[in-house]
T-cell receptor, first 115, second 115 residues
Framework: KQEVTQIPAALSVPEGENLVLNCSFT??????LQWFRQDPGKGLTSLLL?????REQTSGRLNASLDKSSGRSTLYIAASQPGDSATYLC??????????????FGKGTKLSVIP | GAVVSQHPSWVICKSGTSVKIECRSL??????MFWYRQFPKQSLMLMAT?????????EQGVEKDKFLINHASLTLSTLTVTSAHPEDSSFYIC???????????FGPGTRLLVL
């Protein structure tokens, strides 16, 4: 069974600061890992997807890394802005057996960027 | 990019009534659709997986007679919460994918409040 843990559960930083969100997973046999953003009461916005063969992905101020062997991923946000305030979810896509793949989510990190 | 819609975006109903939530893939054919539930401050939890034209596969602890899923076409899946109770109040999110190994695309979610 795959378990995904995100630390910290909540984070508050002043505007302009760089920050790192952490994600760990128990089964390293993953197909890919994805970071999402969720605004209050809203659905998910996909930020970055890292294939199991990749080490990192970048999009604008966001950089996600993946260390599959250690079961860890980090999301780095540079020069944070108040608009970055949201909950960030990490999810791993893995083979769950019997020809099925499954996406397992962490509980998320709630980020607040203070102006 | 691929777009998934959900309807309604929110619904309030009385205890004991049934509620139907629709999930549509707007610009692609979804061979598989997923239904997730998210309670406050919790992660998304997979409820069931449905393949077009076949019965849904429910996760452990999810009552199949209470949460009826129909995936009648390659672009539409419905989740019906039968005889809803206040404890069913939650945020329901669907996702869809084209093949076993591709990314899931998420809908915007439906907030259900059972009075």
């Amino acid at each position: 069974k795959q378990e995904v843990t995100q630390i910290p559960a909540a984070l508050s930083v002043p505007e302009g600061e760089n920050l790192v969100l952490n994600c760990s997973f128990t089964d390293s046999a993953i197909y890919n890992l994805q970071w999402f953003r969720q605004d209050p009461g809203k659905g998910l916005t996909s930020l970055l997807l890292i294939q199991s063969s990749q080490r990192e992905q970048t999009s604008g101020r966001l950089n996600a890394s993946l260390d599959k062997s250690s079961g860890r991923s980090t999301l780095y946000i540079a020069a944070s802005q108040p608009g970055d305030s949201a909950t960030y979810l990490c999810a791993v896509f893995w083979y769950s057996g019997a020809g099925s793949y499954q996406l397992t989510f962490g509980k998320g990190t709630k980020l607040s960027v203070i102006p | 990019g691929a777009v998934v819609s959900q309807h309604p975006s929110w619904v309030i109903c009385k205890s004991g009534t049934s509620v139907k939530i629709e999930c549509r893939s707007l610009d692609f054919q979804a061979t598989t659709m997923f239904w997730y539930r998210q309670f406050p401050k919790q992660s998304l939890m997979l409820m069931a997986t449905s393949n077009e034209g076949s019965k849904a596969t429910y996760e452990q602890g999810v009552e199949k007679d209470k949460f009826l899923i129909n995936h009648a076409s390659l672009t539409l899946s419905t989740l019906t919460v039968t005889s809803a109770h206040p404890e069913d109040s939650s945020f329901y999110i669907c996702s869809a994918r084209q093949t076993k190994a591709e990314t899931q695309y998420f809908g915007p979610g439906t907030r259900l409040l059972v009075l």
